[in-house]
T-cell receptor
Framework: AQTVTQSQPEMSVQEAETVTLSCTYDTSESNYYLFWYKQPPSRQMILVIRQEAYKQQNATENRFSVNFQKAAKSFSLKISDSQLGDTAMYFCAFMKQETSGSRLTFGEGTQLTVNP | EPEVTQTPSHQVTQMGQEVILRCVPISNHLYFYWYRQILGQKVEFLVSFYNNEISEKSEIFDDQFSVERPDGSNFTLKIRSTKLEDSAMYFC???????????FGDGTRLSIL
């Protein structure tokens, strides 16, 4: 079974600064996908970024980028130029590559607050 | 952009009653999921559904739960005899391909009294 751990329950950052959210995972799978989802107070879970485990290059999506360390089983999210609208709960999630199902396994979440 | 929609946004039910949570996945999506999030806890997988049958279910998804896609657009989660511990936020998700990311709805907050 897979596990995902987010060790930072809460973080805060000043507007326009950079913040990094940590995520570690444990799996015996070699092919899998990792995601960061954002859940603002409106509560909809929004995909922020995804990373395929077979790709060595770290994924980037505008102000969001990841530091994927496969050997260390680490998948951190960096948010550059933080904006007030980035305030949300952030979830790291794991999905193994398979022929059916492909459930997401989530971490506990990190509540990020961006201060003006 | 197409969205997953869930109704109702909040459901209050007496313990022991049946409840049906409804979801309309994105129209060209083929894989469907239910998750729940008890207040202050992790988001937990309940069930996945593909090709009109359950493809995987968690240990949480016992005999009181069932899912259905009755008409090719709706995807429902039924809880037959609700318990206090079923109080949670329930999220529906869908995706079009096996290794694609899931798209989530806004969730239904279920409160059991």
């Amino acid at each position: 079974a897979q596990t995902v751990t987010q060790s930072q329950p809460e973080m805060s950052v000043q507007e326009a600064e950079t913040v990094t959210l940590s995520c570690t995972y444990d799996t015996s799978e070699s092919n899998y996908y990792l995601f960061w989802y954002k859940q603002p107070p409106s509560r909809q879970m929004i995909l922020v970024i995804r990373q395929e485990a077979y790709k060595q290059q770290n994924a980037t999506e505008n102000r969001f980028s990841v530091n994927f360390q496969k050997a260390a089983k680490s998948f951190s999210l960096k948010i550059s130029d933080s904006q007030l609208g980035d305030t949300a709960m952030y979830f790291c999630a794991f999905m193994k590559q398979e022929t059916s199902g492909s459930r997401l396994t989530f971490g506990e979440g990190t509540q990020l607050t961006v201060n003006p | 952009e197409p969205e997953v929609t869930q109704t109702p946004s909040h459901q209050v039910t007496q313990m022991g009653q049946e409840v049906i949570l409804r979801c309309v996945p994105i129209s060209n999506h083929l894989y469907f999921y239910w998750y729940r999030q008890i207040l202050g806890q992790k988001v937990e997988f309940l069930v996945s559904f593909y090709n009109n049958e359950i493809s995987e279910k968690s240990e949480i998804f016992d005999d009181q739960f069932s899912v259905e896609r009755p008409d090719g657009s709706n995807f429902t989660l039924k809880i037959r005899s609700t318990k206090l511990e079923d109080s949670a936020m329930y999220f529906c998700a869908s995706k079009w391909g096996l290794n694609q990311p899931q798209h989530f709805g806004d969730g239904t907050r279920l409160s059991i009294l």
